[in-house]
């Protein structure tokens, strides 16, 4: 029975979880009106069911060091005496049932409690002498010196409907950083160590069906796994699924498939569970579904299963006609997997899988379907600016969606299993993926975290490579390195033997792992490649890190004392290098798979290049931690994609500078580009191919115009106009027609402009975000890595002309306004629609 008053939302839907598949089948029920209900009457053709568990969450910060902070957890040295603890002395007192929570803050999952911590400049060093751990994580008050903000408890209500009852009961978390306790009515059921890879919590035999139950978690974010901001607490999605004992297991179903001819092949492999004292006879089908959803082939055995022991089968199927999967056209085919026993089918998923071939060649690069293409990649850490590390899924979407606006092909998740809703984007929106596991190490934790990550994505066409290392200086030129390397490749080998095993290096190319993996990948010693490919000719190689260009957007003159970084393709650490250097090289070479520049977006942490406080993140991005482009953006834009494109900057707001010098630069894949200032021309260059233009041209307000030319014809101008004073701001958005699901986001960007209507690119006004309706502001940001601003607010400071705000939709629908005002400046006012069922954008 429900709980009165639960926001509880409900999936009635088949999971589709085999193998890392989340495409939804049979009928799905959400939003308010089945949210305070569970106990409908299930359909046959359910044959199991999954809650995600977003609402109804309560927060607490615990306490590391203090028990009575920590409510009593640990206070017993009998903790793990009694399963329960005793009455006199529970395990915790948050994790009983009648825990008194009406204090604690109600929070929605994903959730990360570290964005909202004070900052903490920590010795003030993170340098050439000390790796200060305050700047590494983007001084957040965090870790051991931080015991009063390390632990986190969260707390629900799980009503578990009564025909749940004898089924198989489990709690699915995607994700949670870092080291996790699991409650259920005050008995642990389960604890994990490892912020990345998902895990699953089988309940049975504690869950109460029909009755609420209490799901507390205790989540110890003391220690980081990277060297980076990676968040704290449930900060990627946790589902209660419920199966019959006769099941498919998580990630039990592996799909290896291939072109043959215009049609395909596919060679099946499925696991099945058995959680019952039976020992029936079982029918397992698989049937694949083209794009289109036409059968195409199906297959059907027979299997017996021991009691209480698993089973396999594997299929062999063919059919004729197979649109591949590609970035440009990403065709995904599903593969439903039936169970049967006595007629009755007691288990069904669906897994989307793409038909495509991909190659990694030592001559010929990479090579997707057959034909050569090179990748163009980006490196990116799970975080963005108003949300930290607790992405939303629409958040997800959007971020690839710049990445293929700017011309990428591929992503490299840095340096941590994506969460399932990121690599769910890649394989639908079409992004080539290196998967790359957090531990280069062949501990029994290590290989349980990579074997995880194999057997969730093995069935992704987006996935070309496996990477088991990032540079381990330690042993990644050593023989130590060279083994611990072997062991983890026979995992992956065994688990997927469709695609090759790489890691990332700094130094020691020749030597240690580089035996042992199929590509090798070099971070930033992109002018060593050529060596290398002379002295191993048969060995495919890439770019696994390139680039590293620091910038500040917006920003064209040097000011290392407010710690800006001109957005010119110039500065970058002494490992790195401008995006030009790398490129030049990398495209002009085709035994040179690719590359991925680091990175993408800029990140929390790692506040290079001047790695000290008041710096709080990165400046390494193509676009700044909003997914606001930087100048280096569009360099990549106009050789990455066929497009024509001109781009001028720097603005033309220089105040104080009549007549002095200016540098100009166009990046164009155009022939031919003519600047012209205030209408004089101020000269035409030829556009050589990767490369540049720039001009030095004195200040004088008015236009500055670029022209430019393909086969002698006009085809783009693009022009940057002196503005006056601040007058108005704007606001545009991504999509004005959204989910009323309490999840779905739309990413809003507030900018001013003149009286005139010109963009002023160094307003700096702060903006308050207003919403009517049902929605909800649930984080901001600017792209300054030098803010040190509240993320989850109301208001921010725009940053070089420019803010973000992320309004999410509530679950009733209806129109929404948002309303940004700013002191002194005509407001913006912007209508949204949140329907109830999805809406084409």
């Given at each position: 029975?429900?709980?009165?008053?639960?926001?509880?939302?409900?999936?009635?839907?088949?999971?589709?979880?085999?193998?890392?598949?989340?495409?939804?089948?049979?009928?799905?029920?959400?939003?308010?009106?089945?949210?305070?209900?569970?106990?409908?009457?299930?359909?046959?053709?359910?044959?199991?069911?999954?809650?995600?568990?977003?609402?109804?969450?309560?927060?607490?910060?615990?306490?590391?060091?203090?028990?009575?902070?920590?409510?009593?957890?640990?206070?017993?040295?009998?903790?793990?005496?009694?399963?329960?603890?005793?009455?006199?002395?529970?395990?915790?007192?948050?994790?009983?049932?009648?825990?008194?929570?009406?204090?604690?803050?109600?929070?929605?999952?994903?959730?990360?409690?570290?964005?909202?911590?004070?900052?903490?400049?920590?010795?003030?060093?993170?340098?050439?002498?000390?790796?200060?751990?305050?700047?590494?994580?983007?001084?957040?008050?965090?870790?051991?010196?931080?015991?009063?903000?390390?632990?986190?408890?969260?707390?629900?209500?799980?009503?578990?409907?009564?025909?749940?009852?004898?089924?198989?009961?489990?709690?699915?978390?995607?994700?949670?950083?870092?080291?996790?306790?699991?409650?259920?009515?005050?008995?642990?059921?389960?604890?994990?160590?490892?912020?990345?890879?998902?895990?699953?919590?089988?309940?049975?035999?504690?869950?109460?069906?029909?009755?609420?139950?209490?799901?507390?978690?205790?989540?110890?974010?003391?220690?980081?796994?990277?060297?980076?901001?990676?968040?704290?607490?449930?900060?990627?999605?946790?589902?209660?699924?419920?199966?019959?004992?006769?099941?498919?297991?998580?990630?039990?179903?592996?799909?290896?498939?291939?072109?043959?001819?215009?049609?395909?092949?596919?060679?099946?492999?499925?696991?099945?569970?058995?959680?019952?004292?039976?020992?029936?006879?079982?029918?397992?089908?698989?049937?694949?579904?083209?794009?289109?959803?036409?059968?195409?082939?199906?297959?059907?055995?027979?299997?017996?299963?021991?009691?209480?022991?698993?089973?396999?089968?594997?299929?062999?199927?063919?059919?004729?006609?197979?649109?591949?999967?590609?970035?440009?056209?990403?065709?995904?085919?599903?593969?439903?997997?039936?169970?049967?026993?006595?007629?009755?089918?007691?288990?069904?998923?669906?897994?989307?899988?793409?038909?495509?071939?991909?190659?990694?060649?030592?001559?010929?690069?990479?090579?997707?379907?057959?034909?050569?293409?090179?990748?163009?990649?980006?490196?990116?850490?799970?975080?963005?600016?108003?949300?930290?590390?607790?992405?939303?899924?629409?958040?997800?979407?959007?971020?690839?969606?710049?990445?293929?606006?700017?011309?990428?092909?591929?992503?490299?998740?840095?340096?941590?299993?994506?969460?399932?809703?990121?690599?769910?984007?890649?394989?639908?929106?079409?992004?080539?993926?290196?998967?790359?596991?957090?531990?280069?190490?062949?501990?029994?934790?290590?290989?349980?975290?990579?074997?995880?990550?194999?057997?969730?994505?093995?069935?992704?066409?987006?996935?070309?490579?496996?990477?088991?290392?990032?540079?381990?200086?330690?042993?990644?030129?050593?023989?130590?390195?060279?083994?611990?390397?072997?062991?983890?490749?026979?995992?992956?080998?065994?688990?997927?033997?469709?695609?090759?095993?790489?890691?990332?290096?700094?130094?020691?190319?020749?030597?240690?792992?580089?035996?042992?993996?199929?590509?090798?990948?070099?971070?930033?010693?992109?002018?060593?490649?050529?060596?290398?490919?002379?002295?191993?000719?048969?060995?495919?190689?890439?770019?696994?890190?390139?680039?590293?260009?620091?910038?500040?957007?917006?920003?064209?003159?040097?000011?290392?004392?407010?710690?800006?970084?001109?957005?010119?393709?110039?500065?970058?650490?002494?490992?790195?290098?401008?995006?030009?250097?790398?490129?030049?090289?990398?495209?002009?070479?085709?035994?040179?798979?690719?590359?991925?520049?680091?990175?993408?977006?800029?990140?929390?942490?790692?506040?290079?290049?001047?790695?000290?406080?008041?710096?709080?993140?990165?400046?390494?991005?193509?676009?700044?931690?909003?997914?606001?482009?930087?100048?280096?953006?569009?360099?990549?834009?106009?050789?990455?994609?066929?497009?024509?494109?001109?781009?001028?900057?720097?603005?033309?707001?220089?105040?104080?500078?009549?007549?002095?010098?200016?540098?100009?630069?166009?990046?164009?894949?155009?022939?031919?580009?003519?600047?012209?200032?205030?209408?004089?021309?101020?000269?035409?260059?030829?556009?050589?191919?990767?490369?540049?233009?720039?001009?030095?041209?004195?200040?004088?307000?008015?236009?500055?115009?670029?022209?430019?030319?393909?086969?002698?014809?006009?085809?783009?101008?693009?022009?940057?106009?002196?503005?006056?004073?601040?007058?108005?701001?704007?606001?545009?958005?991504?999509?004005?027609?959204?989910?009323?699901?309490?999840?779905?986001?739309?990413?809003?960007?507030?900018?001013?402009?003149?009286?005139?209507?010109?963009?002023?690119?160094?307003?700096?006004?702060?903006?308050?975000?207003?919403?009517?309706?049902?929605?909800?502001?649930?984080?901001?940001?600017?792209?300054?890595?030098?803010?040190?601003?509240?993320?989850?607010?109301?208001?921010?400071?725009?940053?070089?002309?420019?803010?973000?705000?992320?309004?999410?939709?509530?679950r009733k629908g209806g129109p929404i306004t948002v309303t940004a005002r700013a002191e002194g400046l005509r407001p913006a006012v912007l209508r949204l629609d949140a329907r109830t069922t999805k809406q084409s954008t």
């Open positions: 029975m429900g709980r009165k008053g639960s926001n509880l939302t409900v999936d009635r839907r088949v999971v589709l979880q085999s193998a890392g598949g989340l495409t939804l089948a049979s009928t799905v029920l959400t939003g308010p009106a089945v949210a305070d209900s569970i106990t409908a009457p299930r359909p046959s053709h359910e044959f199991r069911q999954s809650m995600k568990l977003a609402f109804d969450w309560k927060f607490a910060l615990g306490h590391a060091s203090d028990m009575a902070k920590d409510f009593g957890f640990g206070r017993d040295q009998r903790t793990y005496a009694k399963t329960g603890g005793s009455e006199s002395s529970p395990i915790a007192t948050a994790a009983l049932p009648g825990f008194d929570d009406s204090s604690w803050s109600s929070v929605q999952i994903p959730h990360d409690w570290a964005i909202d911590l004070p900052f903490d400049p920590g010795p003030g060093g993170f340098g050439p002498d000390q790796d200060d751990p305050h700047a590494a994580h983007g001084y957040r008050a965090l870790g051991r010196d931080h015991p009063e903000n390390s632990v986190g408890w969260y707390r629900r209500p799980l009503d578990i409907p009564a025909d749940w009852s004898g089924r198989r009961l489990s709690l699915e978390f995607d994700g949670a950083f870092r080291q996790v306790v699991v409650f259920l009515n005050g008995i642990i059921v389960d604890e994990h160590a490892g912020g990345y890879v998902p895990f699953t919590v089988d309940i049975t035999d504690v869950a109460h069906p029909g009755e609420t139950n209490w799901l507390v978690v205790r989540v110890d974010a003391s220690l980081g796994e990277g060297w980076f901001y990676e968040g704290a607490g449930l900060y990627r999605h946790v589902h209660l699924t419920a199966t019959d004992p006769i099941h498919l297991p998580p990630h039990g179903v592996f799909i290896q498939s291939a072109p043959r001819g215009a049609g395909a092949t596919a060679k099946i492999s499925i696991d099945v569970r058995n959680q019952s004292d039976a020992a029936p006879e079982a029918r397992v089908r698989t049937i694949v579904l083209a794009p289109n959803g036409l059968e195409m082939a199906r297959n059907e055995t027979g299997l017996s299963i021991t009691a209480w022991g698993d089973g396999k089968v594997e299929h062999d199927l063919a059919w004729d006609a197979a649109p591949l999967w590609s970035p440009s056209d990403p065709q995904l085919h599903r593969l439903v997997v039936e169970v049967e026993v006595g007629g009755r089918i007691t288990d069904r998923t669906e897994t989307s899988f793409g038909v495509r071939s991909a190659v990694f060649d030592a001559k010929r690069g990479f090579l997707l379907n057959g034909q050569p293409l090179k990748l163009l990649g980006a490196c990116c850490h799970q975080d963005h600016a108003g949300v930290g590390a607790a992405i939303p899924d629409r958040l997800q979407d959007w971020r690839i969606e710049q990445l293929k606006a700017m011309g990428c092909n591929a992503y490299r998740a840095s340096h941590n299993p994506a969460t399932p809703e990121l690599m769910d984007a890649c394989d639908r929106l079409g992004m080539l993926v290196i998967a790359e596991t957090r531990r280069m190490s062949s501990d029994d934790e290590s290989m349980a975290e990579l074997a995880t990550l194999v057997r969730r994505d093995r069935n992704r066409p987006s996935v070309i490579a496996w990477s088991i290392g990032n540079e381990e200086q330690a042993i990644q030129g050593n023989e130590t390195g060279a083994a611990i390397a072997r062991t983890m490749k026979r995992l992956v080998n065994r688990l997927d033997p469709s695609r090759p095993v790489t890691a990332a290096k700094d130094q020691d190319f020749d030597t240690g792992v580089s035996r042992v993996v199929d590509v090798l990948g070099f971070n930033y010693r992109t002018p060593q490649m050529e060596g290398y490919h002379a002295r191993f000719p048969d060995q495919p190689i890439l770019g696994s890190e390139t680039g590293s260009t620091v910038s500040t957007r917006g920003e064209y003159v040097l000011d290392a004392a407010r710690h800006i970084v001109p957005a010119y393709d110039r500065e970058h650490p002494w490992w790195a290098s401008t995006a030009e250097e790398w490129w030049t090289i990398a495209a002009e070479r085709p035994y040179i798979a690719g590359g991925f520049i680091w990175t993408g977006f800029d990140y929390r942490g790692e506040p290079t290049p001047y790695s000290r406080w008041p710096s709080v993140g990165s400046y390494f991005g193509a676009m700044d931690s909003c997914g606001f482009p930087k100048d280096n953006y569009w360099y990549y834009r106009a050789w990455w994609r066929p497009e024509p494109l001109l781009h001028l900057f720097p603005h033309w707001n220089w105040e104080g500078r009549e007549g002095e010098e200016i540098e100009v630069w166009v990046h164009s894949n155009l022939d031919r580009v003519e600047l012209l200032v205030n209408g004089r021309s101020a000269g035409a260059k030829m556009v050589e191919r990767n490369r540049h233009l720039a001009w030095s041209v004195p200040y004088a307000p008015g236009v500055l115009e670029a022209r430019g030319y393909k086969n002698g014809r006009l085809v783009a101008t693009q022009r940057r106009e002196t503005a006056g004073a601040p007058a108005a701001l704007r606001l545009s958005v991504d999509r004005q027609r959204l989910t009323a699901d309490g999840e779905d986001v739309a990413m809003i960007a507030a900018s001013v402009v003149d009286a005139r209507g010109r963009p002023c690119p160094r307003a700096n006004d702060l903006v308050v975000f207003e919403v009517a309706g049902d929605a909800r502001v649930i984080g901001v940001g600017n792209g300054d890595p030098v803010s040190h601003e509240p993320d989850r607010s109301d208001r921010r400071h725009l940053f070089n002309g420019l803010a973000q705000a992320i309004v999410q939709t509530g």
